[in-house]
């Protein structure tokens, strides 16, 4: 088993910052990727940003490069979503997964087989 725990959503204002944490344990626990998605109100699940565990290189979806970063911390099994410049349209639910085996590319949702339970972020304009 696996679990993901996600920290650091909150409320804040139209470009502001937060910083997404996410715990990752369990005996099963290794990692291909690590990825952040998000979900708004009546919206699909969207990718966000991923990060290979093992080369630490990382990807972002457009609406997103340049304003947000992910990094890792091997050591402590963290992942983090460095948020600036946040926008209305940033409000969602934010979530923390796991790919450990490489099921699919990295923004491919049914490739990650665990996920956090989320955490509410809030952009008021």
């Known amino acids: 088993q696996v679990q993901l725990v996600e920290s650091g959503g909150g409320l804040v204002q139209a470009g502001g910052s937060l910083r997404l944490s996410c715990a990752a344990s369990?005996?099963?626990?290794?990692?291909?990727?690590m990825g952040w998605f998000r979900q708004a109100p009546g919206k699909e699940r969207e990718f966000v940003a991923a990060?290979?565990?093992?080369?630490?290189?990382?990807y972002y979806a457009d609406s997103v490069k340049g304003r947000f970063t992910i990094s890792r911390d091997n050591a402590k099994n963290m992942v983090y979503l460095q948020m600036n410049g946040l926008r209305p349209e940033d409000t969602a639910v934010y979530y923390c997964?796991?790919?450990?085996?490489?099921?699919?590319?990295?923004?491919?949702?049914?490739?990650?087989?665990?996920w956090g339970q989320g955490t509410q972020v809030t952009v008021s304009s």
């Open positions: 369990g005996r099963s626990f290794r990692s291909y990727y």
């Open positions: 990060i290979s565990w093992i080369t630490g290189n990382t």
């Open positions: 997964a796991v790919n450990r085996d490489y099921s699919g590319t990295y923004s491919l949702i049914g490739g990650y087989d665990y």
